[in-house]
Structures are given as structure tokens and as C-alpha cells.
């Protein structure tokens, strides 16, 4: 079974819609992160928290919000679908700060919002 | 915060050594040199990281200029797998905190 998984894979919506993503791990990380990607760019940061009490804004949090439900958990909502939010969206984990902290990529869920 | 410049695209045989290349001129003496590869249609993977000294793994070496203002992520062997765009990143800190540019897309040849 896969350490990080992503619900739904793929999902089409339309503007205005309450959309959320799902992320579960069970690598027994506390670090979780959201990520997005258009298409020919790298990934920006989202959201991420670093344990189940904390919660940070990334880089491009607006139009966008989390909740960490469980320690293996963390959805990210999007509030009111716009179509310059379809992107491919990745959760990734990390353990506590220190030499082995990489981090773990889930298989992504790619929203198109029409 | 500090960034990284890398050539959009390089092709490799495969079974020969392939050397991608990274410009970091403004690196802190705090941060640290990660590299992923996202492979196609999946998300990103870790690949290896450094500070200040040169790293091996499994998957490749790291190789670290000693002002740190560029480094070298090496394969030692391509193979079709490895093609994929790899992402050389700074981070303040050992990893939490990633941001990615554009990458290179390493093309490898049978």
C-alpha cells in the first residue's frame, strides 16, 4: 500500500462549487504539506502544517483552506471552485526537522474546474 | 529567498554518466541543496540532498562547489527510467520548507 495517498485522483467541478482534497499517510509523520502545479512549472506551496495543533499559510494560500483532522490527516478545501484553480495538487509529508527529513509525495489528484 | 538556476532541458545516452548542473550565486551558509526528480505523471521524489560536503546514495552523487555556489547532481548510469524533470531546491533547514523552480528535463536516448 502506498505511504501517501491522495482522494479523488481526478475530479472535474464547476466555478462556485465547495471542493475538498484528501490526504492520508501512514508513514507516522507530523509535517503534511499541499502543493499545486500548472502545467509546465514546479510546485508551490500551499499550505502545510506541522502538527496536528499547527497550521501555516505557503506561498499561494488564498482561495484555499486546510484542516489537519488527524495526525495522518490533512484536506485541503477550496472554498468557491475558480477555473484558474485547475492544477495538479500534491500532498507530501515530512518527519520532524533533521538530516532524514525528505519528503514523501503522494501520486497527486489533478481538478480541473470548468 | 535564495534561488536556483538550472537549464530547462538536457539529453543523456542511456548507460553514460549524465552531470545536471545548478546555479545558486545568493545561497545562504544555512541552506541546503536538495535535489527531486518527478518522473512523468507522478508526484515529486526525493533524491538526494547536501550542505556542504559532497553526498552519495543509492541514487546518485552530489557534488558541491566549495564557495556552494553551484553544484552538480550526477547519475552515474542513465537509464530510461531515470528520465524525469529534476528540481534543485535551497532550503533554510534540512527539508521542510521546499520551493521549486522549473527544473531540468532530462531526456535520455536508448
Known amino acids: 500500500d502506498a505511504d501517501v495517498t491522495q482522494t479523488p485522483r481526478n475530479r472535474i467541478t464547476k466555478t462556485g462549487k465547495r471542493i475538498m482534497l484528501e490526504c492520508s499517510q501512514t508513514?507516522?509523520?507530523?509535517?503534511m504539506y499541499w502543493y499545486r502545479q500548472d502545467p509546465g512549472l514546479g510546485l508551490r506551496l500551499i499550505y502545510y502544517?506541522?502538527?496536528?495543533?499547527?497550521?501555516n499559510k505557503g506561498e499561494i494560500s488564498d482561495g484555499y483552506s486546510v484542516s489537519r483532522q488527524a495526525q495522518a490527516k490533512f484536506s485541503l478545501s477550496l472554498e468557491s471552485a475558480i477555473p484558474n484553480q485547475t492544477a495538479l495538487y500534491f500532498c507530501?509529508?515530512?518527519?520532524?526537522?533533521?538530516?532524514?527529513?525528505?519528503?514523501?509525495f503522494g501520486p497527486g489528484t489533478r481538478l480541473t474546474v470548468l | 529567498d535564495a534561488k536556483t538556476t538550472q537549464p530547462n532541458s538536457m539529453e543523456s545516452n542511456e548507460e553514460e554518466p549524465v552531470h545536471l548542473p545548478c546555479n545558486h550565486s545568493?545561497?545562504?551558509?544555512?541552506?541546503?541543496i536538495h535535489w527531486y526528480r518527478q518522473l512523468p505523471s507522478q508526484g515529486p521524489e526525493y533524491v538526494i540532498h547536501?550542505?556542504?560536503s559532497n553526498v552519495n546514495n543509492r541514487m546518485a552523487s552530489l557534488a558541491i562547489a566549495e564557495d556552494r555556489k553551484s553544484s552538480t547532481l550526477i547519475l552515474h548510469r542513465a537509464t530510461l527510467r531515470d528520465a524525469a524533470v529534476y528540481y534543485c531546491?535551497?532550503?533554510?533547514?534540512?527539508?521542510?520548507?521546499?520551493?521549486f523552480g522549473g527544473g531540468t528535463r532530462l531526456m535520455v536516448k536508448p
Open positions: 508513514k507516522g509523520h507530523d509535517r
Open positions: 545568493t545561497i545562504s551558509g544555512t541552506d541546503y
Open positions: 531546491i535551497l532550503s533554510p533547514n534540512a527539508g521542510n520548507m521546499l520551493t
Open positions: 547536501g550542505l556542504t
Open positions: 502544517s506541522f502538527d496536528v495543533k499547527d497550521i
Open positions: 507530501a509529508t515530512s518527519g520532524r526537522e533533521g538530516w532524514d527529513n525528505e519528503q514523501f
